[in-house]
């Protein structure tokens, strides 16, 4: 037994070794770092709007993914609206209509929303690694009556941390964020 254990020790040694050398390079995001800036997306998305909010479903959730970057999600609705009851069976037609035209305008104003979200984030995550990705994706809400020709069911956003931090800081034109940002709509 203790002939083996002599044997084992350098081993043991050795990976304890890869173990604590790889644990250091692991950056160290702290659940209160990104609890801070979900509650940040919540008061945005909240109060960017303030005449017409945009009506937020649940809270915003944050996740690193090691080798990746920073995942955020979140379910928006555009704006508040009325639905089916018992008092009202059926939309008429210019609400849906109205609604629609509505909604397709507050997409543009949430997108860039959406951006100055990513350029906060990004500031506020010094321990994510340069290279990784801050991302957000904001499922959208329709009732069954709306008409949503035009309009998508999520979008994503997401960029490279250190090419937002430069946004942020002034070495790169503010006016590059579009070129900085990838977006897609689903």
Do not use: C
């Amino acid at each position: 037994m203790k002939r083996a254990m002599k044997r084992a020790a350098p081993f043991l040694i050795g990976a304890a070794t890869v173990v604590w050398a790889v644990a250091g390079q692991n950056p160290r995001i702290t659940r209160a770092t990104l609890r801070a800036i979900e509650e940040s997306f919540d008061k945005r998305v909240l109060t960017v709007s303030p005449d017409s909010p945009f009506k937020l479903l649940g809270t915003t959730r944050g996740t690193y993914l090691n080798g990746y970057g920073v995942v955020f999600t979140a379910e928006v609705n555009l704006m508040v609206t009325t639905n089916l009851s018992p008092f009202q069976l059926e939309i008429p037609k210019p609400y849906v209509v109205k609604v629609h035209a509505q909604k397709l305008q507050r997409l543009t104003l949430f997108k860039r929303s959406m951006q100055e979200a990513l350029l906060a984030a990004a500031a506020s995550l010094d321990t994510v690694p340069a290279n990784e990705q801050v991302v957000l994706g904001v499922s959208l809400f329709y009732y069954k009556w709306e008409d949503t020709a035009g309009l998508p069911s999520q979008v994503v956003m997401h960029a490279q941390r250190q090419k937002l931090v430069d946004v942020q800081v002034g070495r790169v034109n503010r006016s590059a964020l579009d070129s900085v940002i990838q977006i897609e709509e689903l």
